[in-house]
């Protein structure tokens, strides 16, 4: 408990969100009914297994599997970004970035290319492959069962996405150095079980990720995720990144606090009636309060699904708040890499995201305009 409190007292995001809400409940407007537990849920039992993983030494043996499978720098990087993009198709952008990123930096540990370039790129990647897929991300998810409409609508926005990823990997990869690669020592670096006890982990793990995918049953996936720590490694608990999850709560509260303002709603109320406004204030309000609970507070007010749906995704790209895996990527270099490696990566990261979040919002304008025609 000592370790995880001396956690938070030295996260920002926590405490200057924290603030925020104390703030706001002077004023009398914080009501935890705004929360989504459902998100909050999911995110602990995702961090948790992850951590287990990684303590268990699972991401460092497939990170040994890539370098193995690669001849060279370019193919390592391709497998690496291939990866973040259609593994976010399927378990989301969240999980693929909490496995690729501390494998992205196992790897590097062990031969050479330029990790932050590629952990930051590979963020991209992840949120590009998850706002294409249906399940890819909360959002889609929420905003598919708001609008109880068909993922055919976002057709369409979707392939506009996956233009920008067809374009741009290639071009990327195209600028790295291309160097052979080194053979490393073949070693077994997962922790030493009986048969059994892979197999039950193997098991619980495709339970929990399926879960968490159907998002049906989020609870259960939380508990079968907390059984599997205590059960495995219990000191993992206290590895577990829950100022990310609290920072998150904040973000919820502060969203709902802003609902209670009158002006503030019936203003948003306007813009969700302009479809181009719309995807304007969808795409800046994700930057400073990622683009989760945007879907939440935009989705009652307007009913331009397809709209919304493209602010969100391209609302991703820009700040390490517009998206949840924004986020987490940044927890997980600064869990994995020193402070001038974190500086690296925050100046790289807005590099790339600035040029996708303009790319991104040219072309959804320019959509939103050829529908309204």
Same mark, same amino acid.
């Given at each position: 408990?000592?370790?995880? %409190?001396?956690?938070?007292?030295?996260?920002?995001?926590?405490?200057?969100?924290?603030?925020?809400?104390?703030?706001?409940?002077?004023?009398? #407007?914080?009501?935890?009914?705004?929360?989504?537990?459902?998100?909050?849920?999911?995110?602990l039992?995702?961090?948790?297994?992850?951590?287990?993983?990684?303590?268990?030494?699972?991401?460092?043996?497939?990170?040994?599997?890539?370098?193995?499978?690669?001849?060279?720098?370019?193919?390592?990087?391709?497998?690496?970004?291939?990866?973040?993009? =259609?593994?976010?198709?399927?378990?989301?952008?969240?999980?693929?970035?909490?496995?690729?990123?501390?494998?992205?930096?196992?790897?590097?540990?062990?031969?050479?290319?330029?990790?932050?370039?590629?952990?930051?790129?590979?963020?991209?990647?992840?949120? !590009?492959? $998850?706002? %294409?897929?249906p399940?890819?991300?909360?959002?889609?998810? =929420?905003? !598919?069962?708001?609008?109880?409409?068909?993922?055919?609508?976002?057709?369409?926005?979707a392939?506009?996405?996956?233009?920008?990823?067809?374009?741009?990997?290639?071009?990327?990869?195209?600028?790295?150095s291309?160097?052979q690669?080194?053979t490393?020592?073949?070693?077994?670096?997962?922790?030493?079980?009986?048969?059994?006890?892979?197999?039950?982990?193997g098991?619980?793990?495709?339970?929990?990720?399926?879960?968490?995918?159907?998002?049906?049953?989020?609870?259960?996936?939380?508990?079968?995720?907390?059984?599997?720590?205590?059960?495995?490694?219990?000191?993992?608990?206290?590895?577990?990144?829950?100022?990310?999850?609290?920072?998150?709560?904040?973000?919820?509260?502060?969203?709902?606090?802003?609902?209670?303002?009158?002006?503030?709603k019936?203003?948003?109320?306007?813009?969700?009636?302009?479809?181009?406004?719309?995807?304007?204030?969808?795409?800046?309000? $994700?930057?400073?309060?990622?683009n989760?609970?945007?879907?939440?507070?935009?989705?009652?007010?307007?009913?331009?699904?397809?709209?919304?749906?493209?602010?969100?995704?391209?609302?991703a790209?820009?700040? !390490?708040?517009?998206?949840?895996?924004?986020?987490?990527?940044?927890?997980?270099?600064?869990?994995?890499?020193?402070?001038?490696?974190?500086?690296?990566?925050?100046?790289? =990261?807005?590099?790339?995201?600035?040029?996708?979040?303009?790319?991104? $919002?040219? !072309?959804?304008?320019?959509?939103?305009?050829? #529908?309204?025609?």
């Amino acid at each position: 408990m000592q370790r995880i %409190i001396q956690k938070l007292q030295h996260d920002t995001l926590f405490l200057f969100t924290t603030a925020l809400v104390l703030i706001a409940a002077c004023f009398g #407007s914080i009501h935890f009914k705004n929360v989504s537990w459902e998100t909050v849920e999911s995110l602990l039992a995702l961090l948790g297994l992850v951590t287990l993983l990684q303590s268990l030494g699972f991401i460092e043996a497939l990170a040994r599997f890539f370098i193995e499978k690669s001849k060279t720098s370019r193919d390592l990087i391709t497998a690496i970004f291939l990866l973040s993009f =259609f593994s976010a198709m399927v378990v989301t952008n969240d999980v693929a970035i909490l496995t690729i990123v501390p494998l992205t930096f196992a790897m590097a540990k062990k031969v050479t290319f330029p990790t932050v370039k590629v952990a930051a790129m590979a963020t991209v990647y992840a949120n !590009l492959g $998850s706002a %294409i897929s249906p399940i890819g991300n909360p959002q889609n998810i =929420f905003l !598919l069962a708001h609008y109880q409409n068909s993922p055919l609508d976002y057709a369409i926005p979707a392939a506009i996405l996956t233009l920008l990823a067809l374009i741009s990997m290639p071009l990327f990869i195209k600028h790295v150095s291309n160097r052979q690669l080194p053979t490393i020592q073949k070693k077994s670096v997962i922790k030493e079980m009986k048969k059994w006890q892979y197999y039950l982990l193997g098991v619980a793990t495709l339970v929990i990720l399926a879960i968490l995918i159907s998002h049906h049953g989020v609870l259960l996936a939380l508990i079968l995720t907390v059984l599997l720590l205590a059960y495995y490694h219990p000191r993992s608990f206290r590895e577990v990144d829950y100022g990310v999850v609290l920072s998150i709560m904040n973000f919820f509260l502060l969203v709902g606090a802003l609902m209670a303002i009158p002006s503030v709603k019936e203003a948003l109320t306007t813009i969700g009636e302009h479809p181009l406004q719309l995807l304007g204030t969808g795409i800046l309000l $994700s930057q400073v309060i990622s683009n989760v609970p945007v879907s939440a507070l935009l989705a009652p007010l307007t009913s331009h699904a397809s709209v919304l749906y493209l602010a969100v995704s391209v609302g991703a790209f820009g700040t !390490l708040i517009a998206s949840l895996a924004n986020l987490l990527a940044f927890r997980q270099v600064k869990a994995n890499a020193i402070a001038r490696v974190r500086q690296n990566f925050i100046l790289h =990261f807005t590099y790339y995201n600035v040029i996708f979040l303009v790319i991104g $919002s040219l !072309l959804a304008a320019l959509y939103v305009a050829l #529908s309204s025609l």
